[in-house]
């Protein structure tokens, strides 16, 4: 496949690059934390959406060795903000079920060593599908995280297929509430229920709950009154540059 060998030789020449996007609180508008989004800078057509590449890498297995170096990346960037003297936030990661599928909490752990970072320091974001997939292995792999210090996100809460049962079982850290539902808060009836019940349930779960794709203002007074306080969108943050996002470590209290 000719997508397959460019995302190849994309990786060889360095032209895959993070950008970060904030996780901000609604009660001080704090950074608490960073999810890290990859790009393609492909020469001579500007940066490409993951959208675009990251099913073909699924099929392909590419996706093992691309995950691979988006951890590698995230970390190498959370150790050169610490060499600076900035004060580092949680980084989060999206992890494809095909890479969950194929390594072990070990893995994970051996390159956040890597870089000498404390495991609570690094997110790992996966979709119900990713669990759902290959359960076993699934909860091996969660539960060895967790016994490591390692924060595990459920991405795209609420549009998997996972029972509640599953739910219960699931040693993760945060539940992230779709940006489909949260969209239509607070006009649309079933999505201000829908999103409400996700919040007082991870609350009874004794899980974080982080709201994603909030863009106006309605939807996070919404999300704040129904004690949702972690938000992530373009309303306190759109996704920016290593560089960028430096600058807004650095600027805070
Ligand atoms: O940032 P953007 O809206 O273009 O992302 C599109 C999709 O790509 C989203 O579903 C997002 O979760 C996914 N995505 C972004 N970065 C990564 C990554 O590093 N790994 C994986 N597996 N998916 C990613
Ligand atoms: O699948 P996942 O939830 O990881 O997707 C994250 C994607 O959502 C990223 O590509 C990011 O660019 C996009 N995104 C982040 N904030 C917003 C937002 O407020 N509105 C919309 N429409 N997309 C957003
Ligand atoms: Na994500
Ligand atoms: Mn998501």
Same mark, same amino acid.
């Given at each position: 496949l000719a997508l397959d060998r460019d995302l190849r030789a994309a990786l060889a020449r360095g032209e895959f690059q993070l950008h970060y996007q904030p996780k901000v609180?609604?009660?001080?508008?704090s950074l608490e934390g960073f999810e890290a989004l990859l790009r393609w800078d492909k020469p001579g057509f500007g940066m490409i959406s993951p959208g675009e590449f990251i099913p073909v890498a699924e099929d392909t297995g590419f996706i093992v060795p691309l995950g691979d170096w988006v951890l590698d990346e995230a970390c190498r960037q959370l150790r050169e903000w610490i060499d600076r003297g900035l004060e580092p936030v949680p980084v989060a990661v999206n992890i494809s079920p095909r890479h969950l599928r194929q390594r072990s909490a070990e893995d994970f752990r051996r390159i956040i060593d890597r870089h000498r970072? %404390?495991?609570?320091l690094v997110e790992l974001e996966i979709t119900e599908g990713a669990v759902m997939q290959d359960m076993d292995h699934a909860l091996s792999v969660l539960a060895a995280l967790k016994a490591m210090g390692i924060r595990v996100a459920v991405d795209?809460?609420?549009?998997?297929?996972?029972?509640l049962s599953y739910l219960k079982r699931l040693p993760v850290t945060t539940l992230k509430i779709d940006r489909s539902f949260v969209n239509?808060?607070? %006009?649309?009836r079933e999505d201000n229920g829908i999103v409400s019940t996700i919040i007082a349930m991870a609350d009874m779960l004794g899980l974080d709950v982080v709201a994603e794709g909030v863009e106006k203002q309605e939807q996070a007074n919404f999300l704040r009154h129904h004690n949702c306080t972690l938000v992530q969108g373009w309303l306190t943050g759109r996704p920016v540059p290593a560089g960028q996002a430096a600058d807004l470590l650095a600027m805070r209290l």
């Amino acid at each position: 496949l000719a997508l397959d060998r460019d995302l190849r030789a994309a990786l060889a020449r360095g032209e895959f690059q993070l950008h970060y996007q904030p996780k901000v609180s609604l009660i001080d508008q704090s950074l608490e934390g960073f999810e890290a989004l990859l790009r393609w800078d492909k020469p001579g057509f500007g940066m490409i959406s993951p959208g675009e590449f990251i099913p073909v890498a699924e099929d392909t297995g590419f996706i093992v060795p691309l995950g691979d170096w988006v951890l590698d990346e995230a970390c190498r960037q959370l150790r050169e903000w610490i060499d600076r003297g900035l004060e580092p936030v949680p980084v989060a990661v999206n992890i494809s079920p095909r890479h969950l599928r194929q390594r072990s909490a070990e893995d994970f752990r051996r390159i956040i060593d890597r870089h000498r970072l %404390s495991p609570d320091l690094v997110e790992l974001e996966i979709t119900e599908g990713a669990v759902m997939q290959d359960m076993d292995h699934a909860l091996s792999v969660l539960a060895a995280l967790k016994a490591m210090g390692i924060r595990v996100a459920v991405d795209d809460f609420g549009t998997g297929h996972s029972s509640l049962s599953y739910l219960k079982r699931l040693p993760v850290t945060t539940l992230k509430i779709d940006r489909s539902f949260v969209n239509g808060v607070p %006009s649309e009836r079933e999505d201000n229920g829908i999103v409400s019940t996700i919040i007082a349930m991870a609350d009874m779960l004794g899980l974080d709950v982080v709201a994603e794709g909030v863009e106006k203002q309605e939807q996070a007074n919404f999300l704040r009154h129904h004690n949702c306080t972690l938000v992530q969108g373009w309303l306190t943050g759109r996704p920016v540059p290593a560089g960028q996002a430096a600058d807004l470590l650095a600027m805070r209290l």
